[in-house]
């Protein structure tokens, strides 16, 4: 009886160590930049009580969300008429108390609620952690994956926005990836949705404009008509999709098209404030104000953020944007916040297929001493101490084996030097030092040794 071949669920991956240093590169890339603007790191559970989470994301959002059965008989709370009706909804609102996160916005949201009275305001957090997605397994688009995510909560002041694209912008630099930052106002988009007569359908309006760059303008207009819009108002809304021009012309335009909205023109107002910020001090890469995206997440209600790489055909890589009342679904009011959240994962794959990442994240210990036998290795135990004593990464091949296969070993693992210890060496204390990359060896004394390896 043949056994099955192990796998995986479709959506997740194994991670090898060469990948896992590359992941490591943009976790601690992110890192350092929100470190560097004052942002303080944070953690929440893998799991969150379902009554969390489910709400917060919209209709299509919800459907996505991992639910975990409850424990024990989880059949016994399920309502009888439910099951027979192989009614799933509201069955699993039953059968299931808890769920994987989704993103790490509405955690963290939950999180101040419980922390308020410890936090002080206006509290910056970062957080790097997987989260889960019941979604379609597709290129760039995962079940399981990292944001990494930063937020200020407790203020309403622009200049955060502002930071937010400096971070952003100071991260994909590092990175070497070339992106162009879109941005968007909520309120301009409400104040479109009441400009066509549809101020109750803004969550139908946003929800089917959010997927433009995916179908195309023709396939969004059939669904806002299929969500009750006239097409007449469908008319109306097609000259400001498709607005063209600068920023400040698109701003005059949209003064004119939204006069007599007062949330239109609030959201203008934002709009032109993070521009001024932008005037003053510029980012490295392009920024712009695009009006067709929408982020098709409930709980925005002011600025929307989305980043694309610009010479890979890539999903967003990065996107948030300012939410004025996600803690007051917990029953903390008043409390405005805005944040971004980075996707490692397709950060990964556009940097993997542009070749970005440096050589040296390859290198996981940086010299190998050979092993020629039980008295030699007595000796370069105490080299490896010392090397390690002083932050060089280190080791010593664990056989006596020919030494063209542990220069083999060594090649293929990436280790830029070798360090040759026979009873010649023992005996001088002058030891051998080949450099892999050139294939060059020099006689040095350890302590040498130790201060070429620190400066090269």
Known sequence: MSRQKPTIPKGTRDFSPEEIAKRNYIFDTIRQVYELYGYKPIETPAMENLSTLMGKYGEEGDRLIFRILNSGDFMSKADDAAVAAKDSLKLSGQICEKALRYDLTVPFARYVVQNQHAINFPFK?????????????????????????????????????????????????????????????????????????????????TTAIDKLDKIGLEKVNEELEQRGLSREAIESLQPVLLLEGDDKQKIAILKD?????????????????????????????????????????????????EVKANDVAMGSICGGGRYDDLTGIFGLKGMSGVGISFGADRIYDVMFELGLFPEDVLTFSKVMLVNFGKEEQMYAQKV???????????ELYPETVKMKKQMQYADKNNIPYVLVIGKNEMETGMLSLKIMKTGEQSSMNLNDIIHYINTH
């Not at 101490?385 to 932050?391: D, G």
């Open 125 to 205: 957090r970062f957080q790097i952690q997987p989260v889960w997605r019941a979604d379609r397994p597709q290129k760039g688009r995962y079940r399981e994956f990292f944001q990494c995510d930063a937020d200020v909560i407790g203020s309403d002041s622009l200049f955060n926005e502002f930071e937010l694209f400096k971070i952003i912008d100071q991260v994909f630099q590092k990175l070497g990836v070339s992106i162009t930052i879109k941005f968007n106002n909520r309120k301009i988009l409400a104040g479109l949705a009441e400009y066509i007569g549809f101020a109750d359908k803004i969550i139908d309006i």
């Open 384 to 394: 490896l101490s010392r090397l390690r004593a002083e932050n060089i990464k280190s």
């Open 257 to 305: 098209v939204l006069k007599s909205s007062e949330t239109g023109l609030q959201g203008i107002a934002e709009a032109e404030e993070i521009i001024e910020f932008l005037e003053n001090d510029a980012t490295q890469c392009s920024v712009e104000l695009d009006l067709t995206l929408a982020r098709g997440l409930n709980y925005y209600t002011g600025a929307i953020i």
